[in-house]
């Protein structure tokens, strides 16, 4: 979770999918502050939320779940994917696995 500033109100869950992926964006927990700016310009308002960003496949992203409860998500960050070499091993070990272990 981070900080995020706007100089406008967020919806609480903010979605986009381009090319089968999801990128999930929380703003909770808004809080207001007035900026002065240095240069003698008007004050004005910003929001300041608790955030958090991802971005998974869409079939990963249950966007109901998220927007039913999204400060449980404040903190989620998708399980790092597998490499094409770490994947290939993975289902070398499960086929070792099931013609050694798999007649017991």
Do not use: C
Not at 43 to 51: E, I
Request: net charge negative; charged share 30%; glycine share 4%.
């Amino acid at each position: 979770m981070t900080k995020a500033r706007s100089d406008s109100k967020q919806l609480t869950v903010q979605t986009h999918v381009v090319d089968g992926k999801t990128t999930v964006q929380i703003f909770i927990n808004e809080e207001t502050e007035k900026v002065d700016p240095i240069d003698g310009g008007d004050s004005y308002t910003q929001y300041v939320y608790d955030f958090n960003e991802w971005t998974d496949d869409s079939e990963n992203v249950d966007v109901d779940a998220i927007k039913a409860n999204p400060a449980s998500y404040i903190d989620y960050q998708p399980a790092p994917k597998m490499t094409a070499e770490q994947q290939r091993i993975a289902d070398l070990e499960d086929m070792i696995t099931s013609i050694i272990g798999g007649e017991q």
